[in-house]
């Protein structure tokens, strides 16, 4: 009944059916969240434990209502205000909190490979919650699951990631879940922002925005990563706008209504302006209300395969 991984650290990792196997229960999670009454006690005995030592709004919020509804204890934890500060490791204050007999630790970190390094020595199940420029899998199985929900079977649907896709580590995940559900996926952005060879991950590139909306079913815009970028990688973000963003007049233009999408946080007027962000196209908000039912997915199906640390 569970994942074939003990953690879930990135969706390379994953097989095609854990995928399905996440929306399928991610299914039924959205039924409960739609009733009067949305918990379940089906980690009534679990702690769970949030450990971000990056900011986020959306995935540990997410995350913390997934485990509530679930019925699990909850703890979280930030790295600002805590005892990293003082000089405190990774692994010493991860396994202060386990020493409290905690079961899951939900971890997000700047840096990639932190939540590998994690799940390499202790014995709780780690979920990634996005690590550095690496992976965000909840994310992407999020964003493939309200693809699915949008446009039926993700086999053959073509799939735009546009903008910094170098960065992006909602694009490396997207990229495993969507090519390993049978879409087509082509990104798009400048060419400095794309990673050279990543056609060998099975994916086109394109370097102008209009022929890539005009080829894709659905976009999913992404953010400029500036904390993440060393030394510029275009003149100006006005610039950007210009050439790479996406506008509803750009979307009025094209033939077809295609679906918008976006991670989150947004840059308004960068990489999409206010107008397309909000307009029926979107479903940047149906995105967010799924994650809750994703991550209650996947925190109920790594539960079936965790041992207890005590
Ligand atoms: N999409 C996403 O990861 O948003 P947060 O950084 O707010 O969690």
Sequence with gaps: MGLSVKHLLGIRELQTSDIEKIFQTADNFKQILNRPVKKVPALR????????????????LSF????????????????SGSSVSKGETLLDTVNNLLAMKID???????????????????NASVVNAGDGINEHPTQA???AYSIREKHGDLKGKRI??????????????????????GAEVTVA????????????LGVKVEYDIKKALEWCDVANVLRIQLERQNKPLFSTL??????YGVSKSMLDSLEKNITIMHPGPINRGVELTSDAADSKQSIILGQVENGVAIRMAVIYLLSGTREMTV
């Design 64 to 79: 913390e209502l997934a485990e509530k509804r679930l019925g699990a204890d909850v703890v979280n934890f930030s790295a």
């Design 45 to 60: 005995d679990t702690t769970i434990a949030n450990v971000f030592f990056e900011n986020s709004t959306r995935t540990r």
């Design 160 to 181: 735009a990631l546009l903008g910094d896709i170098m960065h992006s580590r909602v694009a490396l995940s997207n990229i495993y879940c969507l090519t390993k559900m």
């Design 189 to 200: 952005g400048p060419p400095t922002l794309i990673p050279k060879n990543i056609q060998s």
């Design 238 to 243: 006005r610039e950007y706008a210009l050439y």
């Design 141 to 143: 199985l999020l964003d």
């Design 104 to 122: 899951m630790v939900v971890m997000r970190h700047s840096a990639s490979g932190a939540p590998w390094f994690l799940s390499q020595h202790i």
